[in-house]
């Protein structure tokens, strides 16, 4: 049995590469740059060397590794290997990725939507371990989602399910990336929760917020508001506690109509911590239907950083046997 996978991770920034021995063991990282390379052609050849390099450094063949994985932040053919196209990427449309990293690297790949991926590792390693039946949500500049049902991934007819960030909460809402307005994106990413922080420094309030930025209002931050919060700032608090009850509205929707045992929250925004989930699950009391939210446990995703990786070793295991 082969017991190594090459794992990669394909953001809008960096693209991390780890060797993972036994599905879940990180023996090996590399780290590129995605910004540092021009077009598709140069950065899809990077991506190969990096994987077939990290191969060698260890001192391992092709016939060791069992195949090559990569979560990409996009709408994925996950079947044919094809990026209809990346988020933050640009020149990512209709690329056979699949096809041109195994043409170069000579061996499997497989590919996938990369919330899709953490939640492949969530659901094996993670804070899924156990359930059958559960939902993870990412949080950061955008808000994506994975969906498990009777413990296996649920892709949706067209490979595309999951978009919870793109869920509408209004129906009157501000204009969305996606084409839609009032989505439930626009109310709990990065940029939304900073507005909000500004917005209620602007009526006058209080707060260690502009201490922390030395009064430059444009240096405010998702991580400075949470600073802010634990060190006991009302404004702060109040922020996440908003955040935390847009998110309840989804999250008790999304108990609604699917019925899972846990929902996994995971992504940056995720690190605001204790007062973030303790706002989600006041929302979802209130508002969901009794005997589906007793079921569900809303939970703090486990993997962290590697939860990419290791979910994108996940899928290999899954599809190459």
């Known amino acids: 049995m082969k017991r190594y996978v090459i794992a990669a991770d394909l953001g809008g920034t960096n693209i991390k590469i780890a060797l993972v021995k036994d599905e879940n063991r990180i023996v090996k990282k590399s780290n590129l740059s995605t910004r540092a390379y021009k ?3 140069s950065l899809i050849s990077a991506l190969s060397n990096a994987c077939l390099e990290i191969m060698k450094e260890a ?12 979560g990409a932040p996009g709408l994925i053919d996950s079947k044919r290997g094809i990026i209809h196209q990346l988020v933050n990427i640009k020149g990512f449309k209709e690329v056979p990725l699949k096809d041109l990293v195994e043409k170069t690297t000579g061996m499997s790949v497989f590919i996938d939507n990369d919330v899709n991926v953490m939640t492949l590792g969530e659901l094996h390693h993670g804070a899924g371990r156990g359930a059958k039946n559960m939902v993870c949500i990412t949080l950061g500049t955008g808000v994506g989602g994975g969906i498990v049902i009777d413990g296996r991934l649920y892709r949706g007819s067209t490979l595309s399910a999951g978009e919870i960030g793109h869920m509408p909460l209004n129906e009157k809402g501000p204009n969305c990336n996606c084409g839609g307005f009032g989505c439930m994106e626009k109310y709990v990413g990065n940029k939304y929760i900073v507005e909000v922080a500004i917005r209620k420094i602007k009526e006058g309030k209080k707060t260690a917020v ?9 240096k405010i931050t998702p991580e400075i508001i949470s600073m802010a919060e634990k060190k006991g700032d009302r404004l702060a608090a109040s922020v996440w506690e908003e955040i935390g009850g847009h998110l309840g509205v989804t999250v008790a929707g999304v108990i609604n109509l699917l019925n899972p045992e846990r929902i996994i929250v995971g992504g940056g925004i995720a ?11 006041k929302t979802v009391k209130q508002r969901a239907m009794r005997l589906p939210a007793d079921c569900a446990k809303i939970v703090k995703a486990k993997l962290g950083q590697d939860a990419g990786l290791i979910g994108a070793a996940v899928l290999v295991r899954l599809k190459g046997k």
């Open 39 to 41: 077009g598709k052609t």
């Open 59 to 70: 001192g391992l063949r092709k016939q060791d590794i069992l195949g090559i994985g990569i």
């Open 210 to 218: 502009t201490g922390l930025v030395n009064g430059d209002l444009k």
């Open 271 to 281: 690190d605001a911590g204790k007062i973030l989930f303790e706002a989600i699950r």
